[in-house]
């Protein structure tokens, strides 16, 4: 089974602060949850963003702060997407063809 973003645990059990206090949620992140130059640890662990960021994740859904990440759960994300695309203009499923009596 292809792990996606619902399978990332690292929003819940780690954390990486950068050399400017930027707090991530793994080394992948795009972008930080806060910074420790700001706010405190808890302020970041459990602010808004992480938060929400948890909230997508067990929605399955991309946030913001992992968007093009190089991860496998946000590349498996993507491919996904391209396997499950929809139907192009010219496609004839076998419903369409059929002529109404």
């Not at 302020?43 to 929605?59: C, D, F, H, Q, S």
Request: glycine share 6%; hydrophobic share 40%; aromatic share 6%.
């Amino acid at each position: 089974m292809v792990e996606t973003v619902k399978d990332c645990h690292y929003p819940w059990t780690w954390m990486m602060v950068t050399a400017d206090g930027a707090v991530k949620p793994c080394c992948f992140s795009s972008a930080s949850l806060g910074n420790l130059h700001d706010n405190d640890i808890d302020e970041v662990w459990n602010g808004a963003t992480a938060i929400e960021l948890r909230k997508y994740i067990k929605a399955n859904r991309v946030h913001p702060v992992c968007a093009g990440a190089p991860c496998k759960y946000v590349q498996n994300m993507q491919i996904r997407l391209v396997q499950v695309e929809a139907p192009q203009l010219g496609d004839n499923p076998a419903h369409v063809n059929e002529v109404a009596g």
